[in-house]
């Protein structure tokens, strides 16, 4: 049999129409998001925000700023998947955690501030880099973590990212990375669509 994760990967299709008369609980998405947030980041910044769009006016403003795409206002919840630009400033307070668990020798959370500062500091692309690279990775976690509760999800760059930072009061260190509307699947989804031959993404070296 093979392994759940390995199924979840085969089987996963992107979900473009969403059942609407499915809501979700504030719980559920709390569980989702708790989910998402276990995937790594950079120096364990954590450097995200996830913005749940909820309610029925919520959900219009952000379809009004998001292609129109029908499936932000059909969807149980769409998130704004939000990175926030990479700070060296931040690392003591993410990593105190893990020096209070004993996971990690303070001095190495130290050496880890001094490591940050020499990639991002006065660096705003390596920073904004960072911000889309731990943003992504929770999406994606989030987008798994949908798929194993039984739910669907479609990710979306299709917005205007100043209307969504405009509309839902984003912070000025904050990129909105990604739509990700979650909720149960309608009939008439596409299956999964056929990748390209690893000869042509492959290279082992
Ligand atoms: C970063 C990203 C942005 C996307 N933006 C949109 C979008 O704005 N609207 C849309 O309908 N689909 C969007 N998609 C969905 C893709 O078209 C879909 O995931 C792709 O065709 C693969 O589908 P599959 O995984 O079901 O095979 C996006 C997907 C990703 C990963």
């Known amino acids: 049999m093979s392994h759940p994760i390995i199924s979840a990967i085969e089987d996963r299709q992107t979900i ?38 909820r309610s029925p006016e919520a959900k219009a403003r952000l379809r009004a700023v998001g292609w129109d ?37 303070g001095e190495v959370a130290n050496g880890w501030q001094g490591a940050a500062k020499n990639l991002y500091f006065e660096q705003p692309q390596r920073s904004r880099d960072e911000a889309v690279r731990s943003a992504t990775f929770g999406a994606n976690t989030l987008m798994f973590a949908a798929h194993a509760l039984g739910m669907g999800a479609g ?32 009939e008439g989804n596409w299956s999964q669509k056929p ?8 290279q082992i070296v």
């Open 155 to 186: 990710p979306m760059s299709g917005f205007d990212p100043d209307g969504v930072a405009r509309e839902f009061d984003l912070a000025e260190n904050e990129i909105p990375v990604m739509l990700l509307a979650i909720g149960f699947a309608a």
């Open 16 to 53: 473009n129409l969403f059942d609407p008369s499915h809501d979700i609980s504030e719980e559920q998405i709390s569980d989702l998001v708790r989910l998402a947030t276990k995937a790594p980041t950079s120096f364990n910044l954590q450097n995200w925000r996830f913005i749940a769009v």
């Open 69 to 105: 795409q029908p499936k932000i206002t059909d969807a149980a919840v769409t998130f704004i998947v939000c990175g926030q630009l990479a700070d060296h400033e931040h690392t003591p307070e993410r990593l105190a955690p893990a020096v209070e668990a004993g996971i990690m020798p």
């Open 195 to 202: 990748r390209r031959p690893l000869s042509q993404v492959l």
